[in-house]
């Protein structure tokens, strides 16, 4: 998944403003202890950081 796709993702599900603050300021377990951007930024695949969210924030099927 490009980067992109992943933001337009974020963006879609969360709202262009939220979407940027969740992923600075929202530490998740599954993602080492880090922020969505801390787990990009250390090399973690989009997709994968993508499914976390998804599982952590209850993302709809149909919008994953």
Do not use: I
């Amino acid at each position: 998944m490009r980067l992109t796709v992943f933001w337009q993702r974020m963006a879609d599900h969360f709202g262009p403003g939220y979407a940027d603050t969740f992923a600075r300021d929202h530490v998740m377990t599954e993602l080492g202890g880090r922020t969505v951007r801390q787990a990009l930024d250390a090399g973690w695949d989009a997709k994968d950081v993508w499914r976390v969210v998804c599982t952590v924030m209850n993302v709809p099927q149909d919008k994953r």
